[in-house]
């Protein structure tokens, strides 16, 4: 039995330092983990946790990171509670085996510290790994300070492993930003959150050898996309399953989650969508855009896979101007976020100005300030009653200013 | 109540272990807090920058920029680099480490940018030396803060260090508490 970590109600952690420990309430049985920056403190304070008697379970050392989601593959299909954690080019190399992980309804969780994708190598924080992972069939969720990765990782195990669900779950958490910046966090105890999270439940476990299955089978024309379509019904069903999840969490602590958050949307004519840490920084620039009449608003989808398109909509469905946030490099379009956004509303019929802006690249500081900008252009935009922006600007990118699409381009 | 605080130190003389001693500290007191560092290659040795923010009200700004109100030097060299001054304003308080008097140090060509400011020395890296055994100058300048901002009674921010400090033996607790305990003392 794992010995009880004693915790203050109030510690002060950072995001990795949160994760690792809902790792360890979780009680994983196995982690395979190839330790990466930033995300490296995880895997070191889980195996610290593991040597010193506070988790019972088996901690896998492999060589890399596609060994270590394999590893998480077959420990997951034997019948485990199985968890990770990674960034960037491990993000990568596991790319291959996300999608087998997925197709065969393992409920994995790993905790992302989202990091840039080389080259030029970089070790900050961006969503190039999450953009990477977008259609592998996972559930991604997002947590904006240490606070949300601790939820969000204590949730994803949840959500995971529910019967309706069975897919695999990854946190998401920016890496520095949140990842090495200690926040209050308010931790539950180990025996509730472990009570929260539950007694895993195995489904078909390839150790149960008086009911042997088969995971990972060929199938060709005739059953493929069959399959497929049945595991995408499984993520676009999982919404339910999330919000039950989120109703028990806040039930436990006080702390709501919604699918899609939101500030200041009541009344909003203008709204900036943001993923990660600049959702909360966004949110003062809006308070701070309200002091000079502009009616700003800020929204940040809690789950970017399955996304909520229609609460997304819903949220939008009084302004008249929108900004999406990427922080990625589209290489070739607008951004997956101004993308999914702009589907959402015009599938609902609204018809706000939507625009696109990328920002924080490898870890490129965005400030108050800068998304102060971003709402005088909405305002713009909102003023004239049709776009009068580009429809792609670049957040404190230095050199001389690029844009796309310019109104009459 | 707002407070902004820089560290300039080297990577491998536990500025980020200072700064969220610090963010601990003010927890303690009802504060939220923020503490984080820029890194640029993770190099022992190279100069790198550490952060607290401190304040009645949740922590919502994820930029790294501040207009800090203290600076925190804890590298004797890194006195010397003008770019200590960046980003600080006219009432910014500047706690550098070094092994001379305010007045030797202002009288240093090297040292013309800190003329005229808020300045208080002590010396961490000495007291570091002979009361913990080793150059590790985050503690004693942590308590020259605390005892310039007066931001909690030294008192309890002892007490809370030695909460911080458990995991340690109990020869470096009390090597610790000596030296913050000097620190505050001498800090000039």
């Given amino acids: ?409 | 109540m707002q407070l902004y605080v820089r560290w300039h130190s080297r990577a491998g003389q536990g500025a980020v272990t200072g700064a969220k001693a610090l963010a601990e500290v003010m927890s303690q007191q009802g504060k939220y807090v923020q503490a984080y560092s820029v890194y640029g290659a993770e190099k022992r040795g190279a100069p790198m920058m550490a952060f607290d923010k401190i304040s009645d009200e949740p922590i919502n700004d994820h930029s790294k920029g501040i207009n800090p109100d203290y600076i925190l030097v804890i590298d004797p060299s890194l006195v010397f680099n003008p770019e200590i001054l960046n980003d600080t304003h006219e009432n910014t308080k500047f706690i550098v480490t070094t092994h001379m008097s305010k007045e030797e140090l202002l009288a240093m060509p090297q040292a013309a940018h800190l003329k005229g400011k808020n300045l208080f020395v002590v010396d961490a890296i000495k007291i570091s030396q002979e009361d913990i055994g080793r150059a590790m100058p985050n503690t004693p300048i942590l308590a020259a803060f605390i005892k310039i901002s007066e931001v909690v009674s030294p008192e309890s921010f002892l007490d809370t260090m030695k909460v911080i400090l458990s995991k340690f033996p109990q020869k470096i607790i009390d090597g610790n508490i000596k030296a913050m305990t000097r620190a505050m003392e001498e800090v000039k």
């Avoid at chain 1, 299909?77 to 954690?85: D, E, I, K, L, N």
């Avoid at chain 1, 469905?317 to 946030?325: F, T």
């Avoid at chain 1, 500081?365 to 776009?387: P, Q, S, W």
């Fill in chain 1, 1 to 409: 039995m794992a010995e009880k970590y004693e915790l203050k109600t109030k510690e002060v952690w950072d995001g990795n330092t949160a994760a690792s420990h809902a790792l360890r309430q979780a009680q994983v049985d196995v982690v395979a983990a190839y330790p990466i920056t930033p995300s490296t403190p995880i895997v070191q304070n889980y195996s610290s946790y593991l040597a010193d008697g506070y988790v019972d379970g088996e901690f896998v050392m492999v060589e890399s990171e596609h060994s270590a989601m394999s590893a998480c593959v077959g420990a997951s299909a034997a019948g485990g509670r199985v968890a990770t954690a990674t960034s960037s080019q491990g993000y990568a190399l596991m790319v291959e085996v996300l999608y087998q992980a997925s197709g065969m309804r393992l409920p994995i969780v790993m905790t992302v510290v989202n990091r840039a994708l080389a080259s030029p190598l970089n070790i900050h924080g961006d969503h190039g790994d999450l953009y990477l992972g977008r259609d592998a069939g996972w559930i991604h969720l997002i947590a904006n300070n240490p606070q949300e990765a601790y939820d969000m990782t204590l949730c994803a195990f949840k959500i995971a492993e529910d019967e309706d669900v069975r897919l695999p779950v990854t946190t998401n958490q920016d890496g520095f930003l949140v990842s090495h910046t200690a926040q209050i966090v308010e931790p539950l105890d180990d025996e509730t959150a472990y009570k929260f999270v539950g007694d895993y439940k195995q489904k078909n476990p390839m150790l149960d050898f008086d009911h042997p299955v088969t995971y990972g089978a060929q199938t060709e024309e005739e059953w493929h996309f069959e399959h497929k379509a049945r595991q995408h019904k499984a993520l676009m069903d999982s919404p339910k399953v999330i919000e039950k999840v989120f109703a028990e969490f806040k039930e436990l602590t006080g702390r709501e989650y919604k699918l899609v958050e939101s500030h200041n949307m009541e009344d909003a004519e203008v709204a900036i969508v943001a993923m990660g840490s600049n959702y909360e920084t966004a949110k003062i620039a809006a308070d701070e855009a309200r002091k000079a009449g502009i009616k700003a608003g800020v929204v940040c989808p809690r789950s970017f896979r399955p996304f909520p398109i229609k609460e997304m909509a819903e949220t939008l469905k009084n302004v008249k101007a929108i900004a999406a946030l990427d922080r990625n490099c589209p290489m070739g379009t607008i951004g997956a976020l101004h993308n999914e956004v702009a589907g959402a509303i015009n599938a609902f019929g609204q018809n706000a100005i939507i625009t696109g802006y990328i920002y924080g690249l490898g870890g490129r500081d965005t400030t108050v300030a800068h998304n102060l900008e971003v709402f005088k252009d909405l305002a713009m935009n909102a003023e004239a009653g049709k776009r009068v922006t580009p429809l792609q600007k670049f957040i404190n990118l230095r050199g001389p200013e690029l844009s796309f699409f310019k109104v009459g381009e």
